[in-house]
């Protein structure tokens, strides 16, 4: 790419090419990114400026608007074709307006953060040649960041430098430029952009923000270039580092505990006046939905019922059977709580390998089938035999459950197209690791990015049958679920006063559940997250028997 | 505290002319009770460390049931047996009722009041159930580092 041409210099401005060509860096000084100078989405639109000027000229652009707001004088001399000649340069266009007016601007809360002293230093400075932020890239010294880190964790607001806002837009250009790559097959000019954004990510702050964001799907993406779509050591995690980080994402962060909350009060209100209930958990982990179930079940007017519990989950490696102990744990509350309880441990590495048979349903009881985050691990299509989708909700219908609770991660993460997919995938971890912020709890907050990490990896990297995690949103689930034969059962509003007082108890004023037809979602700032709803099998009609 | 000196001085004020006091709280515990039955929690756990007898009085779990459930209906009889197995009711207030409440107090709606219970109620019992998973002698299920689930209802309020 070209760098500024110092020959336009001279004919953009003759006016006030001093002023102009003073505050402008010297052209020929050492960068290291040259060739990505010129921000790509204003060069679309005919104009050029440096990506690194960008904050500047938005400022000058509107201490020039205020200035021509308040200027008692007679325009008319800025309509003047001579002095303007390049306005396609905005950065000297907009400096050589500002020339004209004779008056100081205007904005007296416009600051720059001075990144090398850390003082503010007020703009009104703008003809000065000051050490400027090109020139100062390569001095940002750790304690600076650090200083920042710090601000940033004390304010609990994000104190971002003027350079550092820049470099996390360019990183997010950065990032759609090598996604499309990979889309086109391009793997030369994406690994290239890898290279630079790399490079690019030392000067951004990776412990908060876009920076750390961005740094997960650097990887996620150099994954998918060199170690090629298969999954290999993402999806190779054992089954006990799963759980520990599901446990600590547990803590973390309001999400599962909403999740697990809005099903027991389901569940637990889908049971009223059953004595013999059932339920079916297709992601037992640790069993943490369950203590609250059973608390409130044994607290039930008119006494607890029987309850059993079938806990799915993948086999144990070392002989262990972690299902078993789970099941003790579970066994042990309900027996200090006094409710008869009786646990089954299904193991199954995949879900499409349960068979009904093995739940042993008895018919007389109630069933409640459980799916927190599981079922679209079942969309991948496989040609040679039946959508295992299909297959699961097909016996779940069988089963004729109660209820049916289904959470699942409020995103489009299934589409064909990569671009499309890494895009959404990028807004939508971007929200969730704002999210994240507002814990400050340690191991809790590290561990969790980490299980989130593993998604991003999924999402981005992975392919075919190694891609399991398949977010769709709520409204595919609605269209998918009602054609396998399910109908809607709204949430209620003690689930919903019960949601919003849990969210309250966070600390973090970002939360927000919203009920949307029938279903809650927990989203962060009004963007939808995780959703939660509630179906019951469809009866087949008068003319079959009821099973 | 204040309530227990005005009383004090009440029944000593008749027999001040003997300066020597005929009237000592902790002859009459049952009054001691009624008294220690209004405290809030705070002051309850300072009544606590006056004297033994005291400290014995205020660790009897009905004064912290009553706490729990001070500005609710009486909750069903079930509810105790529940809470005594997951650990008390002390444990049960200040693990869980006292940080929900003030937690919600900015923007508690009066009917609330009883979800809040029963809410604290849920929480205790997932904090109770990961306690025995790090009690077990197996201690792989869930690090004891880990702070359990009600941790996060210790940290400051982010205004």
Wanted: charged share 20%.
């Amino acid at each position: 790419m070209v760098l500024y041409d110092s020959a336009t210099l001279g004919g953009s401005c003759s006016g006030s090419s001093s002023s102009s060509s003073s505050s402008k860096p010297p052209p020929l000084q050492q960068r290291q990114q040259t060739q990505q100078d010129i921000d790509g989405l204003l060069a679309g639109a005919g104009y050029r400026v440096r990506s690194s000027e960008l904050r500047k000229v938005a400022q000058r652009l509107e201490r020039l608007e205020t200035a021509m707001v308040n200027s008692p004088a007679d325009l008319s001399q800025l309509a003047s074709d001579t002095i303007h000649y390049n306005p396609s340069d905005l950065a000297s266009w907009v400096d050589s307006l500002l020339s004209e007016f004779t008056q100081p601007p205007t904005c007296p809360s416009e600051f720059i953060m001075d990144p090398e002293t850390n003082q503010t230093v007020v703009s009104d400075a703008w003809t000065t040649a000051e050490p400027h932020m090109p020139q100062v890239h390569q001095n940002i010294s750790y304690q600076q960041q650090s200083l920042n880190n710090q601000l940033t964790v004390d304010n609990q607001l994000t104190v971002v430098t003027a350079m550092e806002e820049d470099s996390g837009i360019r990183l997010v250009h950065m990032l759609m430029t090598c996604a499309e790559c990979v889309q086109r097959g391009d793997f030369s000019l994406a690994t290239s952009c890898l290279e630079d954004m790399q490079g690019l990510l030392t000067r951004v702050n990776t412990v908060c923000g876009i920076g750390k964001v961005a740094g997960h799907f650097i990887d996620a993406l150099s994954r998918r270039i060199f170690q090629g779509i298969g999954g290999g050591s993402i999806n190779g995690g054992s089954a006990y580092e799963n759980e520990i980080l599901y446990h600590h994402f547990y803590e973390a962060c309001p999400y599962l505990k909403f999740a697990h909350f809005t099903a027991n009060q389901a569940i637990l209100e889908a049971f009223d006046g059953h004595d013999c209930v059932h339920v079916v958990d297709f992601n037992l982990m640790h069993g943490l939905q369950w203590p609250a179930l059973i608390q409130a079940l044994a607290l039930r007017p008119g006494g607890p019922p029987l309850l059993r519990l079938t806990g799915i989950g993948p086999p144990s490696p070392d002989g262990r059977d972690s299902l078993r102990e789970i099941g003790l744990r579970l066994a042990e509350l309900a027996r200090s709580v006094n409710v008869r309880f009786a646990f089954r441990g299904v193991a199954a590495s995949r879900l499409e390998d349960v068979k009904p048979w093995m739940l042993q349903v008895n018919p007389k009881e109630s069933v409640a089938v459980n799916s927190i985050m599981q079922l679209h691990r079942l969309l991948g299509s496989d040609l040679n035999r039946n959508s295992p989708i299909e297959t699961v909700l097909s016996w779940i219908r069988s089963l004729n459950p109660k209820i049916m609770t289904v959470v699942e991660q409020e995103a489009n993460h299934n589409q064909p197209g990569f671009l499309d997919r890494f895009t959404e995938a990028l807004h939508y971890y971007s929200t969730m690791f704002d999210s994240l912020e507002a814990c400050t709890v340690q191991p809790n907050k590290a561990l969790a990015e980490i299980y989130i990490q593993r998604e991003i990896a999924n999402v981005v990297s992975c392919e075919g049958s190694a891609r399991v995690e398949r977010h769709e949103p709520l409204s595919k689930w609605r269209t998918r679920l009602s054609g396998a034969g399910f109908r809607p059962l709204h949430l209620g509003s003690n689930a919903y006063k019960q949601a919003s007082m849990l969210l309250t108890l966070f600390s973090a004023e970002g939360y927000s559940v919203e009920e949307n037809d029938g279903c809650l979602t927990l989203g962060w700032h009004s963007r939808p997250l995780i959703a939660a709803s509630a179906w019951q099998a469809v009866s087949d009609g008068p003319a079959d028997f009821p099973a | 505290m204040v309530q227990n000196h005005r009383r004090e001085d009440h029944e000593t004020g008749g027999e001040n002319k003997e300066k020597r006091p005929k009237f000592f709280i902790n002859d009459h515990v049952d009054i001691l009770i009624e008294i220690l039955e209004r405290l809030d929690g705070r002051s309850l756990c300072i009544a606590a460390s006056v004297c033994r007898l005291w400290c014995t009085i205020a660790r009897n779990d009905s004064l912290w049931e009553n706490l729990c459930f001070r500005h609710v209906s009486p909750p069903p009889s079930s509810v105790r047996s529940v809470v005594l197995a997951l650990g008390g009711y002390k444990r049960l207030y200040t693990g869980c009722v006292r940080p929900v409440r003030s937690r919600l107090g900015r923007v508690r709606r009066a009917s609330w009041a009883r979800d809040e219970v029963q809410l604290s109620l849920s929480l205790f019992c997932v904090d109770y159930y990961e306690r025995l998973g790090g009690s077990n002698s197996n201690g792989r299920l869930v690090e004891k580092s880990s702070p359990s689930s009600l941790m996060f209802l210790c940290k400051p309020v982010n205004v």
